[in-house]
């Protein structure tokens, strides 16, 4: 008898542990779901802690273009925003946005005037924003004390503070939101090649593309998201055919950029913009910014970029060859980023 219960014990063992079963599979999904449900609720108490320390900045008023952006809109506005300026005044700078149009209608037809329900609403953007890059975390393969660690720093930087103090910039965020999503579903689509995967990511890149044109590196941050997955080196057609039909959203939206709106800025390639994009990724990586003010701000910066400088090299002495390559992966990644 007891050899029975022994064998049966070590076939549920191996059920669990092989995942061919439908035990493990909804283990899986339990676990998942309890990850992504701690993940979501210390977004929020970290949320609820900077807006305590902060609860000042409720209040404060509008900030240049939000005067002008965030308003009641009629009909006819919002419809030439799909085949015109984003701007129907005509004030900022020309871009086919209708995407960020109608997040800036929302918020002015809903909240209004209302200084405070305004701020809320972005730190609501703020917290999707938190639940949508710990769902693409995990899926890379990220533990949750990494994911928590990247939570605080994000929301302890300055970044976070301009993001959530200038109204206008909430379209940025919600733009942040669906390239996040479009590579959430993206590295499902590779793993588990199902075309609704593959329809909800390219959906996610249209959304995305209409908001900013931040979007538009879409095309290179997708294969380098699978490179730096747990699950990279498999599925390239997968990888391959995704790339591609983002490829072509960009540039299909470039295009009616170039004919609805031919006063748009058009992209560069020069010694200036090259060097501009310099300044913006050492303004996005290194702590402090491009400049500091004050020998306080200074001497902390280099303490603190020497200490990332010094955990690099010790990981990349004592990390495998292929963790390696993934963080290299990564580092390509914040470099395409900083053109955002």
């Not at 035990?23 to 449900?37: D, E, H, M, P």
């Not at 075309?195 to 380098?224: D, G, N, Q, T, W």
Request: charged share 15%; aromatic share 14%; proline share 3%.
């Amino acid at each position: 008898m007891e050899s029975i219960v022994t064998k049966h014990s070590s076939d549920r063992r191996a059920l669990l542990l092989t995942g061919d079963g439908a035990c493990a599979r909804r283990a899986t999904r339990v676990r998942k779901s309890g990850q992504i449900l701690k993940l979501i609720l210390f977004a929020g108490l970290l949320l609820l802690g900077w807006s305590a320390l902060f609860a000042y900045t409720y209040r404060s008023p509008f900030h240049f273009d939000d005067y002008h952006f965030i308003r009641h809109y009629s009909w006819d506005e919002l419809i030439s925003t799909f085949h015109g300026w984003n701007d129907p005044d005509k004030i900022e700078t020309p871009a086919l946005r209708p995407g960020a149009t109608l997040l800036f209608a929302f918020q002015g037809s809903i909240f209004g005037e209302n200084i405070v329900l305004q701020r809320i609403f972005m730190t609501f953007l703020m917290w999707i924003l938190l639940a949508v890059l710990g769902l693409l975390l995990l899926e890379v393969g990220c533990g949750i004390f990494q994911i928590g660690l990247v939570f605080v720093l994000f929301v302890t930087s300055r970044i976070f503070a301009s993001l959530n103090l200038w109204l206008t910039l909430g379209s940025l965020t919600l733009c942040y939101i669906f390239i996040l999503l479009t590579c959430y579903f993206f590295l499902l689509w590779v793993r588990e090649g199902r075309k609704p995967l593959l329809i909800l990511m390219l959906v996610c890149a249209i959304v995305a593309v209409s908001i900013r044109e931040e979007a538009y590196v879409l095309p290179i941050v997708l294969p380098l998201a699978w490179f730096v997955s747990s699950a990279w080196r498999t599925d390239r057609g997968r990888v391959l055919i995704a790339a591609v039909g983002v490829f072509a959203i960009a540039a299909v939206h470039f295009l009616l950029r170039r004919a609805f709106v031919p006063e748009a800025p058009s992209p560069q390639f020069t010694i200036r913009a090259a060097k501009a994009l310099l300044v913006a990724i050492i303004a996005s990586w290194f702590p402090g910014g491009y400049t500091t003010e004050g020998m306080t701000d200074g001497v902390l910066a280099n303490i603190w970029i020497a200490f990332l400088i010094g955990v690099v090299l010790v990981f990349m002495r004592v990390a495998r060859s292929g963790l390696q390559l993934q963080f290299i992966g990564a580092c390509c990644m914040g470099c395409v980023l900083a053109l955002t």
